[in-house]
């Protein structure tokens, strides 16, 4: 490697690293914060560049923001550069909820209550409803995107299985596909595809889960698990939030719902990606295997929740400016996002309804929908106020 490129490999990672530790507030803070330090500061990218490839990373699968990142990696210096900034970018946030998911399960095991997080929970579950609240007046364009919306909140709240989220997802890409005479016609261009990186996502897909049937093994299953959720979340950290609730607490009970809302609530406190979660699940759901264990299940579910997205952005990265001309695939957007909405508003239900009779927690969540909606206040300065009362209390 020439030393000028060597030199500006390690700068490039080296801001990626400043935005891991000072990127609060999620992707649209995040893609402001790109802004200035990629486009204003290093001129890696146009910002019109920098735009298109956020709007190609929010209509794939997977966490957005990181996404853009690592494909701008991918951009400057191919793969492996890639995957360097895949690391350096997610390994902040996934430190500190690894940590947090171990000082949970030590506190736990000393007896200590979880009652110092418990402004935390409710305050989570009003993260949770403004999120929601903000991607529905985005995406939400017309009565067939609010009647999709409403379907898919109906359906995942009454069928609260992890099985119902692809097939939600997938119905309402497919019903507003159908429309697509209403999209402006555009010039198309013959489909060069490299089968690659699609083929690696799939045949990890396929194998993992093959191999967590055969082998009954915890760290197999939830490589899987994490990499199922992965390859099917549309919508960034607060559309994952339903998936991992159904299929970590409400179906394998590998977390109580105390611990689930304690971990969202911190991860709106903390810098870098909300996907981040995914490492404070697997400390705990392997608890049981000591702090080994623990490590290993933050590791294998970090992995298993990144990897689809850079696999993916790989691989349409390539041929998007042509894939993007068919009036079929920009249909389709519109009921996924409509679908993802409506999972995010089951969520909300689902963990708003044990706190309905307590009038105290009803407060709080209120108190933080209008704290994020009428004011600057920073999400995470919020979330440690409720920490904070919550020692003092």
């Given at each position: 490697m020439a030393p000028v490129r060597k030199i500006r490999y390690l700068i490039f990672l080296k801001d990626v690293l400043i935005l891991a530790f000072t990127t609060f507030g999620g992707p649209q803070v995040h893609l402001a914060m790109m802004f200035e330090r990629f486009v204003k500061k290093r001129a890696y990218l146009t910002e019109a560049e920098l735009l298109e490839?956020?709007?190609?990373?929010?209509?794939?699968?997977?966490?957005?923001?990181?996404?853009?990142?690592?494909?701008?990696?991918?951009?400057?210096?191919?793969?492996?550069?890639?995957?360097?900034?895949?690391?350096?970018?997610?390994?902040?946030?996934?430190?500190?909820?690894?940590?947090?998911?171990?000082?949970?399960?030590?506190?736990?095991?000393?007896?200590?209550?979880?009652?110092f997080a418990r402004f935390i929970q409710p305050m989570a579950v009003g993260f949770l409803i403004v999120a929601g609240y903000r991607i529905a007046r985005k995406v939400i364009q017309n009565q067939s995107g609010l009647v999709l919306a409403i379907l898919a909140a109906l359906t995942a709240f009454a069928f609260r299985s992890p099985y119902v989220t692809p097939i939600v997802i997938l119905a309402g890409?497919?019903?507003?596909?159908?429309?697509y005479e209403k999209q402006t016609v555009m010039e198309k261009q013959p489909l060069r595809i490299e089968w690659a990186n699609f083929v690696l996502w799939l045949g990890v897909l396929i194998g993992v889960a093959v191999l967590g049937a055969v082998t009954q093994?915890?760290?197999?299953?939830?490589?899987?698990n994490f990499y199922r959720n992965g390859s099917l979340v549309f919508g960034g950290g607060q559309v994952l939030t339903p998936m991992l609730y159904n299929e970590f607490v409400a179906f394998k009970h590998y977390l109580t719902r105390e611990e689930f809302l304690s971990g969202?609530?911190?991860?709106?406190?903390?810098?870098?990606?909300?996907?981040?979660?995914?490492?404070?699940?697997?400390?705990?759901?392997?608890?049981?295997e000591?702090?080994?264990?623990?490590?290993?299940?933050?590791?294998?579910?970090?992995?298993?929740?990144?990897?689809?997205?850079?696999?993916?952005?790989f691989f349409v990265y390539r041929f998007w400016g042509q894939l993007k001309r068919y009036r079929a695939v920009r249909a389709s957007l519109e009921g996924i996002n409509a679908a993802s909405t409506g999972l995010t508003a089951a969520a909300a239900i689902a963990l708003f309804e044990p706190m309905a009779s307590q009038w105290h927690m009803v407060a709080v969540v209120l108190g933080t929908i209008l704290l994020l909606e009428l004011t600057k206040i920073p999400p995470f300065v919020l979330i440690l106020g409720g920490l904070g009362l919550g020692l003092l209390f």
């Open positions: 490839l956020n709007a190609l990373c929010q209509v794939l699968p997977g966490p957005t923001s990181t996404q853009t990142v690592t494909a701008l990696g991918f951009k400057i210096g191919g793969p492996n550069l890639a995957y360097l900034t895949l690391l350096v970018w997610c390994l902040p946030a996934v430190s500190i909820m690894t940590a947090f998911g171990m000082l949970v399960d030590h506190l736990q095991d000393q007896h200590q209550s979880l009652r890409g497919i019903t507003t596909s159908l429309t093994l915890l760290p197999v299953r939830l490589f899987e969202l609530g911190l991860v709106q406190a903390i810098p870098g990606p909300v996907f981040a979660f995914a490492s404070y699940i697997g400390a705990l759901s392997m608890r049981n000591g702090i080994q264990g623990q490590l290993l299940g933050s590791a294998v579910s970090t992995a298993g929740i990144f990897l689809p997205g850079t696999f993916l952005i």
